[in-house]
């Protein structure tokens, strides 16, 4: 667990240094880092309940394909309304 926490964290840099945000006008908040499995989602937060938080404050939002899938509904909703 702990080199998967390490893998995370280091992907988490590395998203944060390239500064997507700031290549757009308007700008994305975040920069979307889906961990594909929802155990592995959970497994990591009981492993380090902070890492939703320094996440955010580096601008990368940790996703679970949950998430995922409900950012994506939203963005959906919001671009072109509600499915008829």
Not at 58 to 76: D, E, R
Request: with cysteine; charged share 20%; net charge positive.
């Amino acid at each position: 667990m702990r080199k998967n926490e390490r893998w995370r964290e280091t992907l988490m840099m590395k998203l944060a240094k390239k500064e997507y945000w700031r290549n757009f006008e308007p700008s994305p908040a975040w920069v979307v880092l889906l961990i594909p499995n929802q155990g592995m989602f959970r497994a990591a937060l009981e492993y380090d309940p902070t890492l939703l938080d320094s996440g955010t404050q580096q601008h990368v939002l940790l996703a679970s394909p949950i998430t995922q899938y409900c950012q994506l509904n939203q963005n959906g909703r919001d671009n072109y309304g509600n499915p008829p």
